[in-house]
C-alpha cells in the first residue's frame, strides 16, 4: 500500500493544521508518512498546497501521484486533477466547482451548524479517514493535541459528521505506532538542544524561521536564550560573544541571512571561537524563490569568508541526520575551536517525516574547556602554540588572575595584535593544522543500493530520500545503481567514492542546483568527473519517481 | 602601589591622544570599584580607540570594526557576573555598527559602553565621522562635510536608554565618576567622550573642547527627560558633562526568569537526556 492525499487552496484557508493532523492521524495510525509542503511566499491568497503520503513501508520522499486531492478551493482541482491517479477521488465542498466526479460534500453548511465555519477542513478530514477505512478514536486525540483542548469539542463534532458523509473506499487496519513525526527544522533544534545549546539568535528568514520557532518555544523550559536580532550581521557576533563566554552558541539564516553572516564567519576563524551556524537554503540569487527549495549554496558555505581559515559544513540529509549531526557540530566546534556550518533547505525543512525517536543517549557532550590544572604557573595564552595547532581554552571570568584575549587582528600568543611576519606565519599554520583534524573527523557518505555499482549516483543533502526511492526501484529491475550520498562535506571526503568509482561505467550527478556544485568538488578533491548530470533548479523538490525517470534515460 | 589592569604594552596611540587619558581613567576606575581582571572583558571593534583591550589587563573581545556590541550582549547573556565595557570610536560605534548601536539601546542589557568620540576616522587618516560637523573639511571630504552629524545623546535618549552621559578625556577625575556610574548601573549606560584627535581633527582641538566643557550643576536633576533633552542638544559654544540623564529600568537579562533568579548560563550542567521530554511533541 502506497497512499496520498494532497490538500490545496489559499494561504490563510488553515491547510497547514489540517494536513498536519492528518499527518499525525496517519502516523497514530501506524503507518510511514513523508509530506511536503508547497507555499507561497505570502500571508493570503495565491495557491498552497501539502501532499501526505502514507504506507507501511518506510517512506523516504512524496509521490507524484495521489490518491486524494482535498480541494478547498476550485483552483487546486484545476492545478491538480493532473496528479490524480485514476481511481482516486476529489474531495471539495458542494459549493466549490468543477466537473461531475467530485465528491462535493456539505462541509461549509455543516461547520455553519456547528457555530463555527473554521472547522469545515476538519468535516473533510473526517471523510478523509473514512474513505481509507480507519477509525474515528485515534483521530479525535490528534484532534485535541494539534488544536487544543478548547477547540476539539467542536472539530471532534465536524470529524464525526464529515466520517458519516461518504462510504468507505478502502479498508485499511490500523498499526503499532512505533514513531514520531518530525521535520528538518524540527531536529535541527532539537538536536541543538540536546546538545547543550543555551543561546540561538537569528532574523527571522523563510525557510529557517522554524528553527528559531522551536527553539523558542523550548526556550524557558530548556533555558536556553533565544534572541531575535536586530540583523544578521548581529546574530553571528552574538553567537560568538556567548560561545566566548563559554555556553553553546548557534545562529541560523538561510542564503541571504548567512550571506550578511560571512564577515563574522572570518570572524569566527580568526579568534577560534567555536559555533555552529545552519544555512536553510532557498533559491538564490538575492531573494530569490523565498519559499522554495534549492542546493544553490554548496561552493558559498566551503569558501565563505574572507581569508583562509579551516571550517567545516555537513549537509543534513532527513530529520534523523539532521538531529544527530547537529549536536555532533557541536562537539566538533569546540573540540577544534573552529566555526562548522550545518547545511538544510526547505524541503528538509518543512518536510514532516515518520521517524524512530531519537536515542538521546547517543548523544554525548565533550566541552574541551582546560580549567586551572591546565595552565598552572602560566600566564594564560589564548592562542599558545601547539603540536595539533588546537589551544587550550579557558573561558573568562573563571580563573582568578587569568583573562581571555581573542583579537580579529593577526595576534600573537596571548592575543594582542602583531605586524611580526613570523608569528604569521606560524598562526596561520597552526590554524590550517586544524583543517588536517578535522579531515580526521570527516564521515563518508552513506552508500545505498549496490556496492561496486555499475551506474555510481553522487547527491547530497536532502535529495537522499528521493535518491534512495529511485535507486532501490531501479535496482528491483535488475539495473545496477548504487548511491553515495553525502553529508560531511568539507572537509571531502574522498575514501568510499574513490572505491566504489573504480567499477563504475557512468557517474551521475544529482543535484538540486543548475551547475552541479557537488560534481565540480569531486573533479577538484577526487579528481573524477561524472558522465551525467541530473540536475533540478526549479525551485521544486525531487520526488523518488523524477529521479528514478530521469535516471531511467541515463542508464 | 602598581595597578593590577596595568600591562606594560606600548601603545599604537599618537603622544597626545586622548585615548591615553581614557585608558588612565578606566584604570583607575576599575580600580576604585574592587574588580579584578578576570572579571571584566573589554568588546572593541576596529579603530585606534579598539586597541583598548590590548592595552589593559581584562578579558578582550576585540572583534570587528563595527561590530563591538553584538558580542558584548552575548557575553553578558551567557555569564551575567561578567562585567562587560564596550570601548569604540565614533565611526565604529555610529557609523558601521549603527544598527548595532540603535538596537543595544532598545535592549537595555547591563553593559557600560564608553565611545571615544573625537568626531573623526583616525585609523584611516583624517575622514569624516558621523559626529564630524557640517562644513569641516577632511582629508576626504575636501570641500567639508556636506551631511548633518548624529548626536549620539539624543538618538539614545530617544531611544530610551536609561544612563546617558558625556564625558571629557580631558578632565580624568570627572571621567572616573562616570566611568564608574556607568559601570555599576544596572542596564545600558552610554557615556560618550569628547576626545581631541591630535593628528586628524584640527577645529576640535584639546583648547577647543577644554574652553567648551563644563560641569552640569550638581542640582541637575539627571531623572528629567525634557531637562535631559535639552542638555543633550547643548553642543556649540558650550557643552555640558556629566551624567544627562540616569533611571532605572528592568535590565534585558533580568526578563530572562533562568537568568535572573538561576546561575550563570555558563554554569548550567549539560545533560543531552534532559531534552528527551521534548520527543513527546512528535509522538
Same mark, same amino acid.
Given at each position: 500500500?502506497?497512499?496520498?492525499?494532497?490538500?490545496?487552496?489559499?494561504?490563510?484557508?488553515?491547510?497547514?493544521?489540517?494536513?498536519?493532523?492528518?499527518?499525525?492521524?496517519?502516523?497514530?495510525?501506524?503507518?510511514?508518512?513523508?509530506?511536503?509542503?508547497?507555499?507561497?511566499?505570502?500571508?493570503?491568497?495565491?495557491?498552497?498546497?501539502?501532499?501526505?503520503?502514507?504506507?507501511?513501508?518506510?517512506?523516504?520522499?512524496?509521490?507524484?501521484?495521489?490518491?486524494?486531492?482535498?480541494?478547498?478551493?476550485?483552483?487546486?482541482?484545476?492545478?491538480?486533477?493532473?496528479?490524480?491517479?485514476?481511481?482516486?477521488?476529489?474531495?471539495?465542498?458542494?459549493?466549490?466547482?468543477?466537473?461531475?466526479?467530485?465528491?462535493?460534500?456539505?462541509?461549509?453548511?455543516?461547520?455553519?451548524?456547528?457555530?463555527?465555519?473554521?472547522?469545515?477542513?476538519?468535516?473533510?478530514?473526517?471523510?478523509?479517514?473514512?474513505?481509507?477505512?480507519?477509525?474515528?478514536?485515534?483521530?479525535?486525540?490528534?484532534?485535541?493535541?494539534?488544536?487544543?483542548?478548547?477547540?476539539?469539542?467542536?472539530?471532534?463534532?465536524?470529524?464525526?459528521?464529515?466520517?458519516?458523509?461518504?462510504?468507505?473506499?478502502?479498508?485499511?487496519?490500523?498499526?503499532?505506532? %512505533?514513531?514520531?513525526?518530525?521535520?528538518?527544522?524540527?531536529?535541527?533544534?532539537?538536536?541543538?538542544?540536546?546538545?547543550?545549546?543555551?543561546?540561538?539568535?537569528?532574523?527571522?528568514?523563510?525557510?529557517?524561521?522554524?528553527?528559531?520557532?522551536?527553539?523558542?518555544?523550548?526556550?524557558?523550559?530548556?533555558?536556553?536564550?533565544?534572541?531575535?536580532?536586530?540583523?544578521?550581521?548581529?546574530?553571528?557576533?552574538?553567537?560568538?560573544?556567548?560561545?566566548?563566554?563559554?555556553?553553546?552558541?548557534?545562529?541560523?539564516?538561510?542564503?541571504?541571512?548567512?550571506?550578511?553572516?560571512?564577515?563574522?564567519? =572570518?570572524?569566527?576563524?580568526?579568534?577560534?571561537?567555536?559555533?555552529?551556524?545552519?544555512?536553510?537554503?532557498?533559491?538564490?540569487? !538575492?531573494?530569490?524563490?523565498?519559499?522554495?527549495?534549492?542546493?544553490?549554496?554548496?561552493?558559498?558555505?566551503?569558501?565563505?569568508?574572507?581569508?583562509?581559515?579551516?571550517?567545516?559544513?555537513?549537509?543534513?540529509?532527513?530529520?534523523?541526520? !539532521?538531529?544527530?549531526?547537529?549536536?555532533?557540530?557541536?562537539?566538533?566546534?569546540?573540540?577544534?575551536?573552529?566555526?562548522?556550518?550545518?547545511?538544510?533547505?526547505?524541503?528538509?525543512?518543512?518536510?514532516?517525516?515518520?521517524?524512530?525517536?531519537?536515542?538521546?543517549?547517543?548523544?554525548?557532550?565533550?566541552?574541551?574547556?582546560?580549567?586551572?590544572?591546565?595552565?598552572?604557573?602560566? =600566564?594564560?595564552?589564548?592562542?599558545?602554540?601547539?603540536?595539533?595547532?588546537?589551544?587550550?581554552?579557558?573561558?573568562?571570568?573563571?580563573?582568578?588572575?587569568?583573562?581571555?584575549?581573542?583579537?580579529?587582528?593577526?595576534?600573537?600568543?596571548?592575543?594582542?595584535?602583531?605586524?611580526?611576519?613570523?608569528?604569521?606565519?606560524?598562526?596561520?599554520?597552526?590554524?590550517?593544522?586544524?583543517?588536517?583534524?578535522?579531515?580526521?573527523?570527516?564521515?563518508?557518505?552513506?552508500?545505498?543500493?549496490?556496492?561496486?555499482?555499475?551506474?555510481?549516483?553522487?547527491?547530497?543533502?536532502?535529495?537522499?530520500?528521493?535518491?534512495? %526511492?529511485?535507486?532501490?526501484?531501479?535496482?528491483?529491475?535488475?539495473?545496477?545503481?548504487?548511491?553515495?550520498?553525502?553529508?560531511?562535506?568539507?572537509?571531502?571526503?574522498?575514501?568510499?567514492?574513490?572505491?566504489?568509482?573504480?567499477?563504475?561505467?557512468?557517474?551521475?550527478?544529482? %543535484?538540486?542546483?543548475?551547475?552541479?556544485?557537488?560534481?565540480?568538488?569531486?573533479?577538484?578533491?577526487?579528481?573524477?568527473?561524472?558522465?551525467?548530470?541530473?540536475?533540478?533548479?526549479?525551485?521544486?523538490?525531487?520526488?523518488?519517481?523524477?529521479?528514478?525517470?530521469?535516471?531511467?534515460?541515463?542508464? | 602601589?602598581?595597578?593590577?589592569?596595568?600591562?606594560?604594552?606600548?601603545?599604537?596611540?599618537?603622544?597626545?591622544?586622548?585615548?591615553?587619558?581614557?585608558?588612565?581613567?578606566?584604570?583607575?576606575?576599575?580600580?576604585?570599584?574592587?574588580?579584578?581582571?578576570?572579571?571584566?572583558?573589554?568588546?572593541?571593534?576596529?579603530?585606534?580607540?579598539?586597541?583598548?583591550?590590548? +592595552?589593559?589587563?581584562?578579558?578582550?573581545?576585540?572583534?570587528?570594526?563595527?561590530?563591538?556590541?553584538?558580542?558584548?550582549?552575548?557575553?553578558?547573556?551567557?555569564?551575567?557576573?561578567?562585567?562587560?565595557?564596550?570601548?569604540? @570610536?565614533?565611526?565604529?560605534?555610529?557609523?558601521?555598527?549603527?544598527?548595532?548601536?540603535?538596537?543595544?539601546?532598545?535592549?537595555?542589557?547591563?553593559?557600560?559602553?564608553?565611545?571615544?568620540?573625537?568626531?573623526?576616522?583616525?585609523?584611516?587618516?583624517?575622514?569624516?565621522?558621523?559626529?564630524?560637523?557640517?562644513?569641516?573639511?577632511?582629508?576626504?571630504?575636501?570641500?567639508?562635510?556636506?551631511?548633518?552629524?548624529?548626536?549620539?545623546?539624543?538618538?539614545?535618549?530617544?531611544?530610551?536608554?536609561?544612563?546617558?552621559?558625556?564625558?571629557?578625556?580631558?578632565?580624568?577625575?570627572?571621567?572616573?565618576?562616570?566611568?564608574?556610574?556607568?559601570?555599576?548601573?544596572?542596564?545600558?549606560?552610554?557615556?560618550?567622550?569628547?576626545?581631541?584627535?591630535?593628528?586628524?581633527?584640527?577645529?576640535?582641538?584639546?583648547?577647543? +573642547?577644554?574652553?567648551?566643557?563644563?560641569?552640569?550643576?550638581?542640582? +541637575?536633576?539627571?531623572?528629567?527627560?525634557?531637562?535631559?533633552?535639552?542638555?543633550?542638544?547643548?553642543?556649540?559654544?558650550?557643552?555640558?558633562?556629566?551624567?544627562?540623564?540616569?533611571?532605572?529600568?528592568?535590565? +534585558?537579562?533580568?526578563?530572562?526568569?533562568?537568568?535572573?533568579? @538561576?546561575?550563570?548560563?555558563?554554569?548550567?550542567?549539560?545533560?543531552?537526556?534532559?531534552?528527551?521530554?521534548?520527543?513527546?511533541?512528535?509522538?
Amino acid at each position: 500500500m502506497d497512499y496520498s492525499v494532497l490538500v490545496g487552496g489559499e494561504a490563510g484557508q488553515g491547510m497547514d493544521t489540517s494536513a498536519h493532523l492528518l499527518a499525525l492521524i496517519l502516523k497514530r495510525s501506524g503507518f510511514h508518512v513523508f509530506t511536503r509542503s508547497d507555499y507561497m511566499s505570502r500571508i493570503r491568497g495565491g495557491h498552497n498546497f501539502i501532499q501526505i503520503r502514507f504506507s507501511e513501508k518506510p517512506l523516504y520522499t512524496f509521490s507524484e501521484k495521489v490518491d486524494v486531492i482535498f480541494a478547498l478551493n476550485e483552483e487546486t482541482i484545476k492545478l491538480h486533477a493532473g496528479r490524480l491517479k485514476p481511481n482516486g477521488v476529489v474531495i471539495a465542498d458542494e459549493k466549490t466547482g468543477g466537473d461531475e466526479g467530485i465528491l462535493h460534500l456539505p462541509l461549509a453548511r455543516t461547520a455553519k451548524e456547528l457555530g463555527n465555519s473554521r472547522v469545515a477542513n476538519t468535516a473533510g478530514l473526517g471523510a478523509i479517514l473514512k474513505y481509507f477505512g480507519l477509525p474515528l478514536e485515534i483521530a479525535e486525540n490528534a484532534v485535541i493535541k494539534i488544536l487544543g483542548k478548547e477547540l476539539s469539542d467542536v472539530n471532534i463534532k465536524a470529524l464525526r459528521a464529515g466520517y458519516e458523509m461518504i462510504e468507505p473506499k478502502y479498508n485499511l487496519k490500523v498499526r503499532e505506532d %512505533e514513531h514520531v513525526l518530525i521535520n528538518g527544522n524540527q531536529a535541527v533544534g532539537l538536536g541543538a538542544i540536546a546538545a547543550g545549546c543555551k543561546f540561538y539568535c537569528g532574523y527571522p528568514m523563510t525557510p529557517s524561521t522554524g528553527i528559531l520557532t522551536f527553539m523558542a518555544s523550548h526556550a524557558n523550559e530548556m533555558k536556553i536564550v533565544v534572541d531575535q536580532v536586530e540583523d544578521e550581521v548581529a546574530a553571528l557576533n552574538m553567537a560568538l560573544g556567548a560561545s566566548y563566554a563559554g555556553v553553546r552558541a548557534m545562529t541560523g539564516s538561510s542564503g541571504g541571512g548567512f550571506a550578511l553572516m560571512v564577515e563574522a564567519l =572570518s570572524l569566527a576563524g580568526m579568534i577560534e571561537v567555536p559555533v555552529v551556524l545552519i544555512n536553510v537554503q532557498r533559491p538564490g540569487p !538575492a531573494t530569490g524563490f523565498p519559499t522554495r527549495t534549492e542546493q544553490g549554496d554548496l561552493r558559498f558555505m566551503i569558501h565563505a569568508g574572507h581569508g583562509e581559515f579551516p571550517r567545516m559544513v555537513i549537509a543534513l540529509r532527513d530529520p534523523e541526520d !539532521a538531529f544527530y549531526q547537529t549536536a555532533r557540530a557541536f562537539n566538533i566546534a569546540e573540540k577544534y575551536q573552529v566555526p562548522v556550518l550545518l547545511m538544510s533547505d526547505q524541503h528538509l525543512a518543512d518536510s514532516m517525516t515518520t521517524k524512530k525517536p531519537f536515542d538521546f543517549g547517543r548523544i554525548k557532550i565533550e566541552r574541551h574547556i582546560a580549567g586551572e590544572e591546565d595552565i598552572a604557573g602560566e =600566564s594564560y595564552r589564548r592562542y599558545k602554540f601547539t603540536e595539533s595547532g588546537v589551544s587550550p581554552r579557558i573561558l573568562p571570568g573563571k580563573i582568578p588572575g587569568q583573562v581571555v584575549l581573542v583579537d580579529s587582528d593577526e595576534h600573537d600568543e596571548e592575543g594582542h595584535i602583531t605586524e611580526s611576519d613570523e608569528i604569521r606565519r606560524k598562526m596561520v599554520n597552526k590554524r590550517l593544522r586544524k583543517f588536517e583534524l578535522l579531515k580526521k573527523e570527516v564521515e563518508e557518505p552513506w552508500l545505498i543500493g549496490r556496492e561496486k555499482p555499475e551506474n555510481l549516483v553522487i547527491c547530497w543533502g536532502s535529495t537522499y530520500g528521493a535518491v534512495r %526511492e529511485a535507486v532501490e526501484r531501479l535496482n528491483e529491475e535488475g539495473a545496477s545503481v548504487g548511491a553515495l550520498v553525502f553529508g560531511d562535506i568539507w572537509p571531502f571526503p574522498t575514501k568510499k567514492l574513490l572505491e566504489e568509482a573504480r567499477f563504475a561505467k557512468k557517474i551521475i550527478d544529482v %543535484e538540486q542546483n543548475a551547475t552541479g556544485q557537488l560534481e565540480s568538488l569531486i573533479r577538484e578533491q577526487a579528481l573524477l568527473q561524472a558522465t551525467h548530470k541530473i540536475l533540478k533548479y526549479d525551485g521544486r523538490p525531487f520526488s523518488g519517481e523524477e529521479v528514478y525517470l530521469r535516471l531511467k534515460e541515463v542508464l | 602601589m602598581t595597578c593590577q589592569f596595568e600591562l606594560s604594552n606600548e601603545t599604537a596611540w599618537c603622544p597626545g591622544c586622548g585615548n591615553h587619558m581614557i585608558r588612565t581613567a578606566l584604570k583607575q576606575a576599575l580600580e576604585e570599584l574592587g574588580l579584578e581582571p578576570h572579571e571584566v572583558v573589554i568588546c572593541s571593534g576596529i579603530g585606534q580607540a579598539a586597541k583598548m583591550p590590548h +592595552y589593559i589587563k581584562v578579558n578582550g573581545f576585540n572583534g570587528l570594526h563595527g561590530r563591538a556590541l553584538p558580542p558584548a550582549v552575548g557575553i553578558k547573556l551567557a555569564n551575567k557576573n561578567l562585567k562587560v565595557i564596550v570601548e569604540s @570610536g565614533d565611526g565604529d560605534t555610529y557609523g558601521e555598527g549603527g544598527n548595532h548601536f540603535i538596537h543595544t539601546i532598545r535592549r537595555n542589557i547591563d553593559i557600560a559602553h564608553f565611545v571615544h568620540d573625537n568626531q573623526v576616522y583616525g585609523l584611516t587618516k583624517g575622514q569624516a565621522s558621523p559626529t564630524t560637523a557640517m562644513g569641516q573639511k577632511t582629508t576626504l571630504q575636501l570641500d567639508g562635510v556636506k551631511v548633518s552629524p548624529l548626536n549620539p545623546l539624543v538618538l539614545a535618549l530617544s531611544l530610551g536608554a536609561g544612563f546617558v552621559a558625556r564625558g571629557f578625556a580631558g578632565d580624568i577625575p570627572h571621567l572616573v565618576e562616570l566611568m564608574k556610574s556607568a559601570i555599576t548601573y544596572r542596564g545600558y549606560a552610554l557615556v560618550d567622550i569628547l576626545q581631541p584627535c591630535v593628528v586628524w581633527n584640527r577645529v576640535n582641538t584639546f583648547a577647543w +573642547y577644554k574652553n567648551r566643557v563644563y560641569h552640569l550643576p550638581e542640582d +541637575y536633576d539627571y531623572t528629567d527627560k525634557e531637562q535631559a533633552f535639552k542638555k543633550a542638544m547643548e553642543f556649540g559654544d558650550r557643552i555640558p558633562i556629566g551624567i544627562i540623564y540616569k533611571v532605572e529600568k528592568e535590565t +534585558y537579562e533580568d526578563q530572562f526568569d533562568f537568568i535572573k533568579n @538561576g546561575p550563570p548560563l555558563v554554569d548550567l550542567e549539560l545533560n543531552p537526556k534532559d531534552a528527551e521530554k521534548l520527543m513527546e511533541n512528535f509522538m
